[in-house]
């Protein structure tokens, strides 16, 4: 345990703990005691608990949906919460088509959910601010309001957890039958499966699984869907159209497109709004702005989309990337993880991201499952623009989790492929900027891994000459990708000295702290891209353009633009997909799908860095490499 964990050990846990019960274990004795003295089984307590903040408590701190403590009891309707509804251009007010009103839907501030933590306060004699502050008093405020529930639905405070499934179900919050049913049997899986984790306050917490007790078996459907919507069953998702009209002489702000006949669609990629969920429902009716296929809400996960994945929206930046991409939004800002990227949207999201993945064969890895942070950028001069959402803060790892693929070790730690894996609830790089420039950011788990020059501690950042044309220096700015990779990202191992390990990176070495006792990378597997001898050097690319004997009569090949990178030879980088060249013609209105040109040059998709890239089939050797066989953990 740290000495600042220690220091807020009394604020974490509460003054009225067990002297017998050892530091790192204060949590897991608070919920056997307020299951023992509210009769809610304590696993009941436990999976309800781990489904609204995996036992996280964040004192004093509220969601974007104004939820308190591990049990994420609601006091107060949040400065940033909208109603389920959007605004037309003439400014009248309209609903959802297919949602719920906003109560119903369970949006942040519904009657419901307005007064949980203050009832829950009542229940058991304490202050509402013992509740906010306090994760002992915020559990047995959960017991009680659990166990009011369940008096309320009419039923016997059973020892059997089967018997509380609708008590589950009820303090989800929502009014939507469909998004209750969902939760209720998220908290039955995890009681199944049990769970086991280190929280951000440090306490260890194991819930033993139960195979005994299964979700119920019947899933509840949204009634009210719109019949374009494209979801999986058991979500609540509501349908609000992307603009598409003429915008002076161009039009916006997506292509009617015939995927996956006319474009494979191979990506996913993952975004942050930047902005709350009721600014962005207005800029995606606007044809003079962005577009993307569907919105996810931080409060409760429920979903809208937008754009139908048949279609390109604009997107990621990168139009080749739009042309084979479905793009979601998830309403949040990278600075302040624990407001806006709730546990509630994390599940939502890889749910909506497994049903695309199996509907469109998408590959469940780092190089189809991507952040906007990680799309290339078309040219050089676009590099500065491009966006750097979800960030250093978005939990790759526990999302990959969700969508049923684990990152983890393949091969042994000695392994020429390398995967980026830091333990994101201890690990915790220094970031500046979370609340204003240069100031430092309060120390919180990240799925990122800073890059140096030399293995060392105080060697310079690497640089980026694509990032910073004007040769400044990387910098340790949360918004700076710079000197940075991310979890589930893959590279070649290039030199290994003490507790450093070497990567290629952008053409260069580049180092990593990775010590055996707390390793942020692990041994894996994958194949790798050479440049062929005699090259000297390759150019890397941003787009896979077709080659220009494949355009038709009549229209202009687009212009090849290598990025400010090259690859020397002896180099080696991961790719886990190739593809073949194409264009997807952007002028016409209206007149359906854009002509796609498909090229017979074939390229293969890289970890070049931070970012993706593509290298011609021509200019690389490819090198299978198994690694070697998976062994145990590194001590």
Known sequence: MTALSALLLPLLIGPDHDDDVAADQRLQHEFSAAADKYHVPSSVLMGVSYQQTRWDSHPGTPSVAGGYGPMHLVDVRPAHSVPAQSLPPDGSPRPLA???????????????????????????????????????????????????TQKQLGKPLSENPADWWDA???????????????????????????????TDAGQHVTLPPNPGVRPRSAKVRDSNRPTQVE????LTCSWLSAAYSRVGDSYGNYDPA???????????????????????????????EASWHYSVRSSNGQITQHVRTKDEAWHSGNQFVNARSIGIEHEGFLTQPDSWYSEQMYRSSARLVRFLAKKYGIPIDRQHIFGHDNVPSPTTGAIPDMHDDPGPFWDWRHYFDLLGAPLKATAGPDSPVLM???????????????????????????????????PADDAPLIQDPGRHPDGKDSTEDVNDLGSRISAGQ????????????????????????NPMDHPTAVGSTGQLVTPKDGTGEIPVYGRALP??????????????SPLPYTLQEG????????????????????????????????????????RLAYVRASDVDVVSQTGQAAGPPRP
């Open 231 to 234: 979801c999986p069953a058991e």
């Open 98 to 148: 297919g949602a719920p009103d906003a109560a119903a839907a369970g949006a942040p501030g519904a009657p419901e959910q307005q007064t949980d933590l203050r009832r829950a306060a009542k229940l058991i004699g304490e202050p509402a601010k013992q509740l906010r502050m306090d994760a002992a008093a915020n559990v047995r405020g959960g017991a009680a309001l659990l166990a009011a």
């Open 258 to 288: 015939d995927r996956p006949r006319d474009q494979k669609i191979e990506y996913i990629v993952i975004h942050d709004t930047e902005a709350s969920l009721w600014s962005m429902l207005q800029t995606v009716q606007d044809p003079a």
């Open 490 to 513: 893959k590279f070649a191992a290039a030199g290994r000295s003490g507790d450093w390990t070497a990567i290629w990176f952008q053409g260069h070495k580049a180092w990593f702290k």
């Open 571 to 610: 180099q080696r980088y991961v790719t886990q997909t190739s593809v073949s060249g194409s264009y997807v013609d952007r002028s016409s209105f209206g007149k359906g799908p854009g002509r796609v040109v498909n090229g017979s040059e074939k390229y293969y998709e890289i970890q070049l860095g931070h």
């Open 547 to 560: 080659e220009a004997s494949a355009y038709p009569y009549g229209m202009k090949p687009q212009t090849e």
């Open 168 to 198: 589950v179900a009820k303090f989800s919050g929502t009014g939507d039958t469909a998004s209750a049913a969902t939760y209720a049997d998220d908290v039955f899986t995890v009681i199944r499966k049990g769970a086991q984790r280190t």
């Open 420 to 454: 980026v894996l830091p333990d994101y609830k201890t690990y915790k790089p220094r970031f500046y900027g979370c609340e204003g420039h240069g100031v430092l950011c309060p120390p919180h788990g990240s799925s990122a891994v800073r890059l140096h020059t030399e």
